[in-house]
């Protein structure tokens, strides 16, 4: 299957500010990515879906000012949490799809938000 | 509200013993997958299931995939101190982008020595 990275792996900020989250396709080339967020002993809640040279579709309820995705090219999609608030602090995990739809996982991204 | 059901949400068991959890979507599904989330890790893909009464097996696994797609369910027979983990079934909808699923809240698996 494919595999993802995203860095960082864990993250502390101060309320206020803004952190970006990479998440990279590395042997495949990844039209769609998917970024969830998954709060302790939860499920997994999708928040978007990013495309590959378009905008990001969100879910909703999500806000898009304040996550902002951007896929720039095949192989990286980024997430942006703007305006951090301790509200915000959970486990980001990105996607992508393989052939017949089943989703190969980044390691994920411990955001804590002080 | 939530589309697809899981049940139980957390399940302990002794290490030897079976177990099992369930799944059911309020509509019918493309396919059903699961995955395995360890303990401060990521979902890990297991397998998918696309027909209609389909059974898969795995070693000690046993998915099945409902006649109407509408549930599934993964068993594990003699359970052992590796299966560990939230087992999260999620679903696709006719339709809908690929790859993207509605997800069950999970079953929460400890299994005691």
């Known amino acids: 299957g494919a595999v993802v990275s995203q860095h960082p792996s864990r993250v502390i900020c101060k309320s206020g500010t803004s952190v970006k989250i990479e998440c990279r396709s590395l042997?495949?080339?990844?039209?769609?990515m998917f970024w969830y967020r998954q709060f302790p002993k939860q499920s997994l809640m999708l928040m978007a879906t990013?495309?590959?040279?378009?905008?990001?579709?969100?879910e909703q309820g999500v806000e898009k000012d304040k996550f902002l995705i951007n896929h720039a090219s095949l192989t990286l999609s980024t997430l942006t949490v703007t305006s951090a608030h301790p509200e915000d602090s959970s486990f980001y995990i990105c996607?992508?799809?393989?052939?017949?739809?089943?989703?190969?996982f980044g390691p994920g991204t411990r955001l804590t938000v002080t | 509200g939530q589309q697809v059901m899981q049940i139980p949400q957390y399940q302990h068991v002794q290490e030897g013993e079976d177990f099992t959890t369930y799944c059911n979507s309020s509509?019918?599904?493309?396919?059903i997958q699961w995955y395995k989330q360890r303990p401060g890790g990521h979902p890990v893909f297991l397998i998918q299931?696309?027909?209609?009464?389909e059974v898969k097996k795995q070693k000690r696994l046993t998915f099945q995939f409902g006649e109407a797609k509408k549930n599934s369910s993964l068993h594990i027979t003699a359970t052992q101190t590796t299966d560990v983990g939230t087992y999260f079934c999620?679903?696709?909808?006719?339709?809908?982008?690929?790859?993207?699923?509605?997800f069950g809240r999970g079953t929460q698996l400890t299994v005691w020595p």
């Open positions: 999620a679903g696709q909808r006719r339709g809908s982008t690929l790859g993207r699923l509605y």
């Open positions: 990013s495309n590959e040279g378009s905008k990001a579709t969100y």
């Open positions: 996607s992508t799809p393989g052939d017949l739809g089943e989703q190969y």
């Open positions: 509509t019918t599904l493309s396919n």
């Open positions: 299931l696309v027909k209609s009464g």
């Open positions: 042997d495949f080339q990844a039209t769609t």
